[in-house]
């Protein structure tokens, strides 16, 4: 596997499935625009390169790229630690791309639900999960 989670403070690594990519890679633009208008009506364009911030929401389709509840456990105890960061690494474009993120906790920065309508409380049962992440500046 090439797609992992990596804590950046201890270096613990979780393992992802490699199906699992950003389904937002598109939806976001290093670009920030704001746009006013003078008295005159003149417009005022102003822009701006962004540092930080772009979304990464990790996802596989419903049918592959499921995760062990052992998995998710570890993903939400990483995702409870105050002030975590994390090298993602995830394939895209025939090749492994890393990034600096920490768990998006604006919302629900982690959404798992069992492959089976039934569950036992077994390490190895399977989840549809769902990360959701803020890129930071990597220095």
Do not use: C
């Not at 270096?11 to 699992?20: H, Q, R, W």
């Not at 633009?29 to 102003?46: F, H, P, Q, R």
């Not at 772009?54 to 596989?60: C, E, S």
């Not at 790229?65 to 993903?75: K, M, Y």
């Amino acid at each position: 596997m090439q797609t992992k989670l990596t804590n950046v403070s201890t270096g613990a690594v979780i393992d992802l499935d490699d199906e699992m990519y950003p389904s937002d890679e598109h939806d976001w633009s290093a670009i920030v625009s704001n746009t006013k208008y003078a008295l005159d009506g003149t417009m005022i364009v102003e822009q701006s390169v962004r540092q930080a911030g772009r979304p990464y929401t990790l996802q596989a389709p419903d049918d592959m790229g499921w995760l062990s509840r052992a998995t998710v456990n570890a993903l939400k105890a990483e995702r409870d630690k105050l002030g975590a960061t994390f090298w993602l690494d995830y394939l895209a474009d025939g090749d492994v791309k890393r990034v600096k993120v920490m768990f998006d906790t604006t919302g629900d920065a982690i959404t798992a639900r069992p492959v089976k309508d039934f569950i036992s409380p077994s390490l190895d049962d399977l989840f549809i999960v769902t990360l959701r992440f803020l890129e930071i500046p990597s220095v």
